[in-house]
């Protein structure tokens, strides 16, 4: 059994943990949830592990976690394909723009801001981890 990583966020420095922690992560836009009446935004991830070690059992492992986000007043879609529920997207980044706002940065220019009365992000990893061959590689420019 391997450890599960939970983390959460109050400040901008703890959401930079958080967003090293689920960089190219899939999510399937169908995971992408506004429980409006509770005001939290759900995010449900396969997150590449960064932070295992890659000289213990397999090299590489992904596993699923849950990203929440509370006190979500409002949410905004850019180049979102709402109406393709099974399209995936890899996220890139999680970073508060102001106190008010948290954007979630995807590739392909695609993007989710969330409008938060104040910052209360949660992490955790459910289920075990699983092995892939495949660790996530970014262009030099």
Not at 32 to 49: G, I, P, Q
Not at 68 to 74: D, I, M, P, S, T
């Amino acid at each position: 059994m391997t450890d599960k990583l939970q983390l959460s966020a109050l400040d901008a420095d703890d959401l930079g943990v958080i967003s090293a922690a689920v960089q190219d992560a899939l999510v399937a836009v169908r995971d992408c949830v506004h429980f409006k009446a509770e005001k939290r935004f759900v995010l449900l991830l396969n997150r590449f592990r960064w932070e295992a070690d890659p000289t213990v059992d397999t090299p590489y492992s992904r596993t699923h976690s849950a990203l929440v986000f509370n006190e979500v007043a409002g949410v905004r879609h850019q180049r979102i394909p709402l109406g393709d529920p099974d399209r995936m997207l890899e996220l890139l980044a999680v970073a508060q723009d102001d106190p008010k706002s948290v954007t979630l940065r995807f590739a392909a220019d695609r993007a989710i801001r969330l409008e938060i009365g104040r910052l209360a992000c949660h992490l955790g990893d459910v289920g075990e981890p699983w092995p892939t061959p495949w660790k996530p590689a970014h262009p030099v420019e």
